[in-house]
């Protein structure tokens, strides 16, 4: 059998990793000095808009650019993780970064380092800020990868617009044990005179994002003070001082979308959009292992009578959110198919979803170092009362499912690394 060459980009990026022991390193110095050797491209973008927060900043940023795109603008966009391929983090005026495009910024950015210590989302953020300052467009959407404050993407001096997404609990062995800590963190993307868009927040967190937007003089634009949200009779209601919004359901399935929604229309109504950038926000967004309903490829015809869905939520907060979402899907028996990060509170991630499911069944997620074994996460869902049994992959699991039960609804889930390994071979 011939094997596949890599794409040059793959080869350039797989020399970035050796560039720093650790995977997470939470400095700027690094940042600050490779953008410097790049002539600071970050000071060349288009007007920025830099969104953080626990849950929901993808869903958000991607809402926008629905709706950006929707009124005829262009976006660039960077987002994290990816899914099947390292191109989904870049979208250069609306479109992934071609091969040669990537494999170009990747190698200057690699050049222009000079073989110093770098962290491998360091080198590739300032890749992507390279690229969007060479390309014309109306607005840059940065998202956060990992907390705010000491980000990688946390060097754009003013921008347009900031906004925080609900923050939860995650990622602690970085930004702290407590809500407070976590939304510190968040909210050093706050800039002195920036508005920023605040989705709903816990009272613990909403007081450390007040205190810094009052000691920077940023003006808030806060969920439940300046904008309100709502579905009311399968329609989105989105309302602020401007007036009263009637909108479709955003395309993206899942109660919690309905306050990233609300986020997205804070920001384009800031941004002086009207309606059509709205209703586009809310029908032309697309984000894939986000309750995703999987209709084609091998899985789909492994279980041809089941109900397929993917998810890439792995926190105690979107395990909440698909519990909800699950509890208002018409009655099918619903089978989990998990796997898990060691660094997750795995607990707090299956505990909404056991009274929702029959079953889960546990693998651990190919190729990641930190993977939890199939049995660890069988383990954590029989503490939690969901009876669980492993498999060795996902087809596997879901095969072994619909033997029992063939018009099952089964769902993928626990991990945005296991979400990707199912669409890259489910094509």
Same mark, same amino acid.
């Given at each position: 059998m011939q094997t596949q060459t890599p794409a040059a980009s793959d080869v350039i990026l797989d020399r970035m990793m050796a560039l720093h022991p650790k995977i997470i390193d939470l400095t700027l110095d690094r940042v600050w000095r490779l953008l410097a050797a790049l002539d600071n491209p970050q000071d060349r973008l288009?007007?920025?808009? !830099?969104?953080?927060?626990?849950?929901?900043?993808?869903? $958000?940023?991607?809402?926008?650019?629905?709706?950006? *795109?929707? =009124?005829?603008?262009?976006?660039?966009?960077?987002?994290?993780? !990816?899914?099947?391929?390292?191109?989904?983090?870049?979208? +250069? &005026? %609306?479109?992934?970064?071609?091969?040669?495009?990537?494999?170009?910024?990747?190698?200057?950015?690699?050049?222009?380092?000079? @073989?110093?210590?770098?962290?491998?989302? /360091?080198?590739?953020?300032?890749?992507?800020?390279?690229?969007?300052?060479? $390309?014309?467009?109306?607005?840059?959407?940065? /998202?956060?990868?990992? %907390?705010?404050?000491?980000?990688?993407?946390? +060097?754009?001096?003013?921008?347009?617009?900031?906004?925080?997404?609900?923050?939860?609990?995650? !990622? /602690?062995?970085? #930004? @702290?044990? $407590?809500?407070?800590?976590? &939304?510190?963190?968040?909210?050093?993307?706050?800039?002195?005179?920036?508005?920023?868009?605040?989705?709903?927040?816990?009272?613990? =967190?909403?007081?450390?994002? *007040?205190?810094?937007?009052?000691?920077?003089?940023?003006?808030?634009?806060?969920?439940?003070?300046?904008?309100?949200?709502? *579905?009311?009779?399968?329609?989105?209601?989105?309302?602020?001082?401007?007036? #009263?919004?009637?909108?479709?359901?955003?395309s993206l399935p899942g109660a919690h979308q309905i306050q990233n929604a609300g986020a997205a229309l804070a920001a384009l109504r800031h941004l002086g959009q009207g309606e059509t950038a709205c209703e586009s926000a809310m029908t032309r967004v697309e984000w894939p292992a986000r309750m995703q309903r999987l209709k084609t490829g091998p899985l789909c015809e492994a279980t041809p009578q089941a109900e397929l869905w993917l998810d890439g939520g792995h926190n105690a907060a979107a395990g909440a959110a698909l519990g909800a979402h699950l509890a208002g899907l018409a009655p099918r028996p619903t089978h989990l198919v998990c796997g898990m990060l060691n660094t997750k509170d795995v607990t707090g991630y299956l505990r909404p979803l056991a009274a929702q499911a029959q079953s889960l069944t546990a693998v651990s997620i190919p190729g990641e170092a930190n993977t939890l074994s199939a049995e660890e996460t069988a383990s954590a869902a029989r503490a939690v009362g969901l009876p669980a049994e492993t498999a060795d992959s996902v087809l596997a699991a879901v095969q072994h499912i619909v033997q029992s039960d063939p018009h099952a609804r089964i769902l993928i889930c626990g991990s945005l690394y296991l979400a990707g390994g199912v669409l890259r071979e489910n094509g």
């Open positions: 288009p007007p920025v808009i !830099h969104i953080a927060g626990t849950n929901g900043k993808g869903s $958000t940023q991607a809402m926008i650019r629905a709706g950006l *795109e929707g =009124a005829g603008l262009t976006a660039h966009a960077y987002t994290s993780p !990816h899914l099947a391929r390292f191109h989904e983090r870049i979208r +250069v &005026a %609306g479109k992934l970064i071609s091969e040669p495009e990537l494999s170009a910024v990747l190698d200057e950015c690699y050049a222009a380092n000079g @073989g110093e210590s770098i962290t491998y989302f /360091e080198i590739t953020t300032c890749a992507a800020l390279l690229a969007f300052a060479r $390309t014309p467009a109306d607005y840059t959407l940065l /998202e956060v990868g990992l %907390g705010g404050r000491l980000d990688a993407t946390n +060097v754009i001096e003013t921008p347009a617009l900031t906004i925080l997404t609900p923050v939860s609990i995650d !990622h /602690e062995q970085f #930004l @702290g044990d $407590t809500l407070g800590k976590i &939304a510190f963190e968040k909210a050093g993307i706050l800039k002195r005179g920036v508005p920023c868009v605040v989705g709903p927040q816990p009272d613990e =967190a909403l007081e450390v994002i *007040e205190a810094q937007a009052a000691r920077l003089g940023a003006p808030l634009i806060a969920y439940g003070q300046h904008w309100h949200v709502y *579905e009311e009779r399968g329609r989105l209601i989105y309302q602020d001082e401007r007036g #009263l919004l009637d909108l479709p359901l955003p």
